[in-house]
Structures are given as C-alpha cells and as structure tokens.
C-alpha cells in the first residue's frame, strides 16, 4: 500500500502545477489504488459466505474511515488556503498597498477638482476680460475711423490752402512785389 500524499505535500514536490492539476495527479493515485483492491476483492469472492458478511463489514468500516480521513485533510487544505490567503505578507502587502492606492486616487481628486476650480475661474476672468477689451477695441476703431475722416478733411483744406498761398503768391509777384 503506498503513502497518501496531502495536497500541500504534492505543492511542495510539483511548486508549477496548479490546484487542479494536482487534484488530477491526487486522483490518479487513487484510481490505481483502487485497481489494487479489486484484485484483493476478487481474492475475497472466493472466500465463504460467512468470511465475505464480516470481510463486507469490515471492508465498508475502512472505507469510511478513509474517507473521514480524507475530508479531514481537505478541511484541513481548506483551512490552510484560507488563512494563508488572508494572513499571508503578501495578503498583507496587497491590502496596504491597495489602502495607499485608495488614499492618494482620494488626494490626487482633490487636487484635480481644485485645480479644474481654479482653472474654471482663471476662465471666467479670462473671458471677461476679452469681452472687456473688444468693446474697447470696437470703440478705438470707431474714433480711428472717425480720425482718419477728419485727417482726409484736414489734408484737403491743407492743400486748398496751400492752393490759395501758392495763388497768392504767384499773383503778388505778377504785380510786382
């Protein structure tokens, strides 16, 4: 009869499978197990009635005790994985870590809506300051405008007096002066 490994016994020898695959090997070795008792049972059929009543007894007594055992390792696994699970340095870690990351996602939107505040502000100002200096500009544009209209005009009166200076002058030395 061979030695029932545990499932933390076949972790510990095969450390790159996985649960399952290490249910499989578990199961494998039960399979031929049981292919070793139908040659112990066929032994038994050829036994007497009355050896084959208490070898029935007997046989179903080791049965349950094996499986009693065998629930018992699994709750114990089970009871392993879970306070390893939860307890473990690197449950640990990761909780804290993921703690830390709470915190500063928390922090970092803080900052960013009073950040997006300020820039909304910083926009608010912005356009009313450029509502501001477009009416100012419409406004310098108009008396441009009205400038550059009243420059053309004293251009002219310049030239129509420049005309009657110039008339003048060329009259006053036809005459003599």
């Known amino acids: 009869m061979t030695i029932k490994k545990t499932i933390h016994e076949l972790a510990k020898e095969f450390p790159n499978k996985t649960y399952v695959e290490l249910e499989k090997y578990r199961e494998e070795d039960r399979q031929q197990e049981a292919g070793v008792c139908i040659i112990g049972e066929a032994k038994k059929d050829r036994e007497s009635e009355k050896d084959r009543t208490s070898s029935d007894k007997n046989k179903y007594y080791w049965m349950w005790r094996e499986e009693k055992k065998k629930r018992q390792e699994a709750e114990g696994e089970v009871t392993i994985v879970k306070g390893i699970g939860e307890n473990s340095p690197e449950m640990k870690s990761a909780k804290s870590e993921v703690k830390a990351l709470k915190q500063q996602l928390c922090t970092d939107r ?63 030395r036809k005459s003599g002066m």
Not at 114 to 142: F, G, P, S
Request: aromatic share 2%; hydrophobic share 35%.
């Open 110 to 172: 803080n900052e960013f809506e009073t950040h997006l505040e300020e820039a909304k502000r910083t926009i608010k100002n912005l356009e009313a300051r450029l509502v501001e200096l477009l009416e100012v500009d419409e406004a310098h544009q108009k008396l441009n405008g009205k400038l550059q209209e009243r420059l053309t005009e004293v251009e002219g009166d310049n030239k129509k007096l420049a005309d009657q200076i110039e008339d003048k002058i060329h009259q006053l």
